[in-house]
């Protein structure tokens, strides 16, 4: 009777086509046959380390794994893997050229050294995630110089400069998703060596006019009205738009936020701090942008007119964070709290009310009516002990709450029992 070792090769590798890869590699141990058909070039045209085994991978793996040169394999995924290295690298950019997607997410021993080969070897990537802190500005932009049909780019900031920024303008101009994570700066390096400015958001607009997803996140922000206005111009299919706390004094106001939302109208989610943002905002956003799905407003002058406009028209809001005010005399109260419990959509799950005049009847009206994962409820000064506690009964779904800013909770006592309560209660 025929065994399986008797069927041909190409039967065989057709069989282990069928085996995620770690089952492929247990597989490759049984003999030297099988160690040789599992490590087939046409089995690994998608390589991806599962998280639990990130930690295992060193070189010799990479060099099992890509064996030989191959123009099949399209896609890497090594994050966390922090055991690879820039020879690593180099060897899996001469042997793997047709390589379209490259995760190197927490591989932190990559280096300058390992980019360049990347460059140097690999012209038809399509997705690049290199947010490492040994990266530099000159290796990025050779990096992107030798991919023009770049379209997902993740990076770190400090590595995202002006001129890494004119490269991109420049030659990548099918690049819809780029998501710039801000930098944990050494002590030898100064925040002005990693900002965002205008004209850095400028250029971007100007070459990059299919932008579809866009965070920028740096120790500096340095921008104004005047860029918002261009990027909305340019790139009217964005989609997504975060970009953290700004700098400059008066740098967003009400005028940028309206551009976008009169322009972008395919924005399902708008993230902006810091910018003197008041309720003007939220009535044009629940005019332009009725289908938005994520709005965070952290730092604006808010109140309950605003909250009201767009919790009557943007039916599908799934996140809503907004600040009070110090320069308002009448802001964020329990009125919001009517309307949020009222008008929230069923997939209503992450709210933040920052230094809200909310009191513990407004906080249990929410609770009542919402199924909330995440509640901020920072520098909210009219919430007490007593009334935290209450609404924990209604939480059973929470997973985050924030009360920083406050005096909610004094003792490590209540602290403890808010805890227990919680997990009584979602048990």
């Known amino acids: ?56 991978v060193a070189a010799d793996t990479v060099a099992r794994v890509v064996a030989r040169r191959t123009n099949l394999i399209s896609s890497i995924n090594l994050t966390n893997c922090t055991g690879v290295k820039d020879e690593s690298l180099k060897h899996i950019s001469e042997n793997c050229p047709n390589l379209r997607k490259f995760y190197l997410n927490g591989c932190n021993f990559i280096t300058d050294y390992g980019i360049f080969a990347l460059a140097r070897n690999c012209d038809a990537l399509e997705t ?22 770049l379209r997902k780019l993740y990076a770190y900031s400090i590595a995202v400069t002006e001129n890494t920024i004119k490269v991109i303008s420049s030659v990548c101009p099918e690049l819809e998703k780029m998501i710039i994570y801000e930098a944990s700066l050494e002590d030898d390096q100064k925040s002005y060596a990693d900002v965002l400015t205008d004209e850095m958001v400028r250029l971007l607009a100007n070459g990059c006019r299919k932008l579809r997803k866009l965070t920028l996140r740096y120790n500096q922000v340095l921008v104004s009205d005047r860029s918002l206005a261009a990027l909305a111009k340019k790139c009217r299919k964005l989609e997504s738009f975060v970009i953290d706390y700004c700098d400059r004094d008066g740098g967003i106001t009400d005028f940028g936020v309206c551009t976008i939302a009169h322009l972008c109208r395919n924005l399902k989610c708008l993230n902006i701090s810091n910018g003197v943002i008041t309720d003007v905002s939220l009535i044009v956003i629940a005019d332009q942008l009725p289908f938005l799905e994520d709005l965070s407003l952290e730092f604006s002058e808010i109140t309950d007119v605003g909250v009201y406009a767009l919790m009557n028209r943007c039916e599908k809001l799934a996140r809503l964070i907004v600040h009070n005010s110090d320069s308002i005399e ?30 513990d009847e407004g906080l249990k009206t929410i609770c009542f009516n919402v199924e909330l994962s995440f509640l901020s409820i920072n520098g909210c000064s009219k919430l007490t002990y007593e009334g935290l506690k209450s609404c924990f009964c209604y939480l059973d779904c929470l997973w985050n709450l924030d009360i920083s800013f406050t005096d909610i909770v004094g003792k490590d006592e209540q602290l403890l029992e808010i805890v227990e309560i919680h997990y009584l209660c979602s048990w």
């Not at 085996?19 to 070039?41: A, E, K, M, T």
């Not at 290199?130 to 990266?135: Q, R």
């Open 330 to 359: 009448t802001g964020i109260t329990d009125n919001t709290a009517c309307v949020i419990a009222n008008y929230a959509s069923d997939e209503f799950r992450s709210l933040g009310l920052g230094f809200a005049d909310i009191t």
């Open 1 to 56: 009777m025929a065994t399986v070792t008797s069927l041909p090769d190409a039967v065989i590798i057709h069989i282990l086509s069928y085996l995620d890869y770690p089952r492929l590699v247990r597989c490759s141990r049984v003999c030297s046959r099988w160690h040789r058909l599992c490590y087939d070039p046409s089995l690994w045209k998608i390589v991806r380390i599962r998280p639990k085994h990130a930690s295992e």
């Open 128 to 149: 690049v995630s290199i947010p490492l802190k040994n990266v530099s500005e000159k290796a990025l932009s050779a990096l992107v110089k030798n991919n023009s049909s």
